[in-house]
């Protein structure tokens, strides 16, 4: 499909959701191959709806803000109606591939739940090839080097800002409560204003928590357990793991933050510029699919797939030629490079 086609009147000519949506399905039996199935089909159907509702919303629209929301909509779920058609349509092979694909068990146990059968693993899948397509469009395209040289100005000037605060009595005395401070200026998001008019969070978000009776009760296990996960059970009171971040985000000073804003730029420095030849045709899309999308095969599966990373990268950017193994390899010898699914922490 190209954007041409899918732009035509009919598509938004009929009244009622479940004409057009009949209308979507006879299209997507018309561009979605035999072999791709339901599954596809649906998540094209999906797409067409969703792209018939951001024109209306596009039309309708009275703002300039709106119009650029909407326009913004439009592009998005054009492009993924798109993408679905051409990882079906752009070579014969895509159908082995895909098959090859999901055949293979997700490693992970969680995402395995989540992705139970072919259609949710293949939804799983554009979705996360969505991700890294948003990803390149909001990813600086510049040089290694000129990244190095921004980041370390900025190293400095932080640095040097450090010093500067250091140096003045008043200076460290505010930096020492900034952020306590900055967040009881506003008494919607004060800590103190909380104990006194206690919200869903419950007073746990409050500076002594600790010392009054447990209120887990308050909390859904998901958030409970999502904390647990991320800090450690063991370096969480018993009675609420709200009490030990209200504690902690009262205590943090300024100084501690810029310490570890630093230590994440020095970090940031040794990794590579997310795109490796910004100046190129295509603005160094090619080599950047290549890497994040075996990345994201590698994580899932265990496995890069580099014949398949290559098709599917192929039709995804509509390559006069698709791609095989051997020209996916040379791309995935970069030093440093951080994918996507390789975590941005540093200490």
Not at 109 to 129: G, R, S, T
Not at 277 to 302: H, N, T, V, Y
Request: with cysteine.
């Amino acid at each position: 499909m190209n954007r041409s086609e899918t732009d035509e009147e009919t598509f938004i000519r009929d009244p009622w959701h479940a004409e057009k949506t009949k209308h979507f399905r006879e299209l997507a039996k018309k561009n979605i191959p035999d072999w791709a199935g339901d599954a596809f089909r649906s998540l094209y159907v999906d797409a067409m709806n969703l792209l018939y509702s951001a024109r209306y919303m596009l039309r309708e629209a009275t703002t300039a803000v709106e119009r650029h929301q909407a326009r913004d909509q439009v592009d998005r779920y054009l492009d993924r109606a798109c993408r679905i058609e051409r990882l079906c349509n752009y070579n014969l092979e895509l159908k082995g591939s895909w098959k090859k694909v999901l055949n293979h068990d997700i490693q992970d146990p969680d995402i395995k739940v989540i992705v139970a059968n072919e259609q949710k693993k293949i939804e799983f899948l554009l979705v996360a090839f969505e991700h890294i397509s948003e990803r390149f469009e909001a990813a600086p395209k510049y040089t290694t080097a000129v990244k190095k040289e921004q980041i370390e100005a900025i190293r400095q000037t932080a640095y040097k800002f450090w010093q500067e605060i250091n140096v003045s009595y008043e200076a460290r005395a505010i930096a020492s409560s900034l952020v306590r401070d900055f967040i009881d200026r506003d008494e919607s998001l004060s800590l103190t204003y909380r104990s006194d008019f206690p919200d869903p969070l419950g007073d746990s978000w409050t500076p002594d928590a600790h010392s009054g009776p447990p209120r887990e009760e308050q909390h859904s296990d998901t958030v409970t357990l999502a904390l647990r996960r991320m800090v450690g059970p063991e370096r969480l009171p018993p009675e609420s793991p709200f009490a030990h971040l209200a504690r902690t985000a009262t205590n943090v000073s300024l100084f501690e933050l810029l310490t570890f804003f630093v230590g994440r730029l020095n970090a940031e420095k040794a990794i590579p510029a997310p795109i490796s030849k910004p100046g190129s045709e295509d603005q160094g899309a090619l080599p950047f699919w290549i890497r994040e999308m075996s990345a994201l095969f590698e994580e899932l599966f265990g496995k890069r797939f580099d014949d398949e990373v290559g098709l599917f990268v192929s039709a995804i950017l509509d390559l006069p030629e698709a791609l095989d193994s051997s020209s996916v390899r040379p791309y995935l010898k970069r030093k440093g490079r951080r994918g996507a699914t390789e975590s941005t922490r540093a200490s």
